[in-house]
Every structure is written in structure tokens, then in C-alpha cells.
Antibody, heavy 118, light 109 residues
Framework: EEQLVESGGGLVQPGGSLRLSCVGS????????MSWVRQAPGKGLEWVAN????????YYVDSVKGRFTISRDNSKNSLFLQMNSLAAEDTALYFC???????????WGQGTLVTVSS | QSALTQPPSASGSPGQSVTISCTGT?????????VSWYQQHAGKAPKLMIY???KRPSGVPDRFSGSKSGTTASLTVSGLQAEDEADYYC??????????FGGGTKLTV
């Protein structure tokens, strides 16, 4: 069974940092682009970042550029999101997802909750 | 990077059809045939229903179909069933490998 499992969320103060992780199983992790998508409480989905199969290309929504860094370790089937200078508006459930088809996220984790509050 | 525009709500009776629109710009929906649709039930992760405007992943019923004209994409759900009640989000590729989601539509059956 294809599966993605996120971890690393929690409560952090404004200005703080957090590193999210996502481990994939049941598929060839290194074959696919990967993505982080977030959902603020009671709100819609927001694309955050993408990374190419070999990590050579990384793309971000404007609101996180310079603060968030997406990376991956294909030897460990793992995707990461380093989040710095966190603000209240970054509070959300963060999903890891796979681009298994062209432009389509066909496998999603259950999400990890990030709360930014003093 | 403004969200794509979707109606906040849509509704239909069992067996009927409903269409949800998703309006973007010539930098996203109008520029790329890379529009996808996601179904999200409360408290669950999103599920891919349509990709590349019209394609259905295996396992998605053919009651779900997608289309696009200019800067507006659409999702049509035919033969509505109770389990179709959920939030639906469109998503489009935009310039520089960015992606943009719509604000979401709550479908009531």
C-alpha cells in the first residue's frame, strides 16, 4: 500500500523554527516530484512548495520564500520542510503529497499540525 | 498568487448533476492543461478526482468528469450520491512550476 506519514508538527512561538518530515512507503519515492500543501483551521488548501525527483528544482509560494526550505533524502524515502521565522499565519495542518501523475497529487499523508502562538 | 475562484457552495438532489466552476487567469488555468480536482471529506486528507483537466485516476467513478474553456475549468458530478457530499478544490499549475488552489466548494447532496 502506498503511504505517506508526516511528523514534526507542534506548538512553536512566533519567530521560531520547526522541521517537518514525511516518509514514503509502498512506491519508488525517488521517481516522483513531491509537495507540501497546508490547510489553516477551517480554511482551504494552499500549495506551499514542490521539489523535483533529484532535488535539483525547488519552488515555493511567495508567502514562504526565504523562510521555508523543502528538501528530500531519496535514500531514506524522506521529504522535509524546514520552517524558519514562523508567524501566526503559518498555523495549519501540513500535508505531504506525491505528484504521481502529471500535475496531480495522487497520494497524501494525514497531515501534521503546526501551531504558531505565544 | 491569488486563489482560483470557486463558488463557496453547490447542491443537488440524489441522482441529479451538479457542475462546479473554477476561474483563474491566463497565467494559470488559461495557460496550462494541468488542472486537477480534489475531494475532501471532513477531517480527512484530500483525494485526487481529476488530473490534466479531464483524466480520472483509477478507482474514481466515471460520474466525475472535468473540462476547461479558456480560463475556467469545471468539475461535473453526475448521478449524485450521498457520499459525494464533501468539499471540492480545483488546482492549476501556474508559471515557474507554482501551483494554485481554488478556495473550495462545499457540495451538499
Amino acid at each position: 500500500e502506498e503511504q505517506l506519514v508526516e511528523s514534526g508538527g507542534g506548538l512553536v512561538q512566533p519567530g521560531g523554527s520547526l522541521r517537518l518530515s514525511c516518509v514514503g512507503s509502498g512506491f519508488t519515492f525517488s521517481k516522483d516530484w513531491m509537495s507540501w500543501v497546508r490547510q489553516a483551521p477551517g480554511k482551504g488548501l494552499e500549495w506551499v512548495a514542490n521539489i523535483k525527483q533529484d532535488g535539483s528544482g525547488k519552488y515555493y509560494v511567495d508567502s514562504v520564500k526565504g523562510r521555508f526550505t523543502i528538501s528530500r533524502d531519496n535514500s531514506k524515502n524522506s521529504l522535509f520542510l524546514q520552517m524558519n521565522s514562523l508567524a501566526a499565519e503559518d498555523t495549519a495542518l501540513y500535508f505531504c503529497a506525491r505528484f504521481g501523475v502529471v500535475g496531480g497529487l495522487d497520494c497524501w499523508g494525514q497531515g501534521t499540525l503546526v501551531t504558531v502562538s505565544s | 498568487q491569488s486563489a482560483l475562484t470557486q463558488p463557496p457552495s453547490a447542491s443537488g438532489s440524489p441522482g441529479q448533476s451538479v457542475t462546479i466552476s473554477c476561474t483563474g487567469t491566463n497565467s494559470d488555468v488559461g495557460a496550462y492543461n494541468i488542472v486537477s480536482w480534489y475531494q475532501q471529506h471532513a477531517g480527512k486528507a484530500p483525494k485526487l478526482m481529476i488530473y490534466e483537466v479531464t483524466k480520472r485516476p483509477s478507482g474514481v467513478p466515471d460520474r466525475f468528469s472535468g473540462s476547461k474553456s479558456g480560463t475556467t475549468a469545471s468539475l461535473t458530478v453526475s448521478g449524485l450520491q450521498a457520499e459525494d457530499e464533501a468539499d471540492y478544490y480545483c488546482c492549476s499549475r501556474a508559471d515557474n512550476y507554482n501551483f494554485i488552489f481554488g478556495g473550495g466548494t462545499k457540495l451538499t447532496v
